[in-house]
């Protein structure tokens, strides 16, 4: 059991990468349930996970370049790119397929091929990918265009759209993956106690959560991602301002400077 007042605010909810991370490298059942609902396999289908590139709780993440949020070699046949992107920058198709690309080219020299491990994104996103055509949850795999006949099954994308929860199907609710919408949205420690209550098995996600919100060090990186970010969009936000006053000080000139080439064309018929 946790000991919070219902009203009070997350000091940072799981939308904050490094909570995010904290959580799926500190508790391995919240691990677990996350990729049994996103994937909807059964949590006993689960033997092993191993995070592939871990981090030390507390500590800063050095280089985040091309480093992925989660890497899990999952019951040693499968490799799960999960990946937590709340802002939209216009280039998740491509930098997801970059991630995944990596990720599948890990054969070693004498390997055939044929014992290249299944490779699955799973894109948690606070925004909606594509949207003239808006899903909750929904799956892409490599198709014949004319039959949709599989090319391989080995090389698969998952997208869960946190802000389309009301287009959940039956399955969405059955697997889960609406139980993690809600954690992930919640804001408030009662959020939490209420997935709590209605859902026992997700009672350690809710536990962890608070034993990291007790963690002065991870909430220092909390904090530290969240000014980094913060700094970020004030810089997007001062550059398209920027753009905007120039591009409208440069369509005044081209005004300027048409209305003086049509006076010079008056004068030269003039004369």
């Not at 092993?48 to 999952?74: H, M, Q, R, W, Y």
Request: proline fraction near 2%; include cysteine; glycine fraction near 2%.
């Amino acid at each position: 059991m946790i000991n919070r007042n219902a009203n009070e605010e997350l000091p940072y909810t799981l939308k904050n990468n490094y909570m995010f991370l904290a959580l799926m490298n500190s508790d391995e059942n919240s691990l677990k349930l996350l990729i049994s609902a996103t994937l909807n396999i059964k949590y006993d289908e689960i033997k092993s996970v191993e995070i592939n590139n871990p981090i030390e709780i507390g500590k800063a993440i050095e280089d985040k370049t091309f480093i992925l949020d989660v890497n899990v070699t999952l019951n040693d046949d499968t490799i799960l790119d999960i990946e937590l992107q709340i802002q939209d920058y216009q280039n998740w198709p491509e930098r997801s397929l970059s991630y995944m690309c990596r990720t599948y080219d890990t054969l070693r020299h004498g390997q055939d091929y044929i014992d290249s491990k299944t490779v699955i994104n799973i894109s948690i996103l606070d925004y909606t990918l594509f949207p003239e055509y808006p899903e909750f949850y929904s799956e892409f795999m490599i198709l014949n265009t004319k039959n949709h006949n599989v090319y391989t099954s080995k090389f698969r994308l998952y997208v869960l759209d946190l802000t389309k929860e009301q287009l959940a199907t039956n399955e969405d609710v059955s697997s889960g993956r609406t139980i993690w919408t809600k954690l992930f949205k919640a804001k408030k420690w009662g959020d939490l106690m209420k997935v709590m209550s209605e859902c026992e098995e997700y009672s350690s996600v809710v536990e962890s959560v608070d034993t990291l919100s007790n963690n002065r060090d991870v909430l220092y990186q909390c904090r530290t991602l969240a000014d980094e970010k913060e700094d970020f969009r004030y810089f997007v936000r001062w550059a398209n301002n920027k753009i905007d006053k120039l591009t409208s000080e440069m369509q005044e000139k081209d005004a300027e400077i048409a209305a003086l080439k049509e006076q010079l064309k008056n004068v030269k018929e003039e004369i």
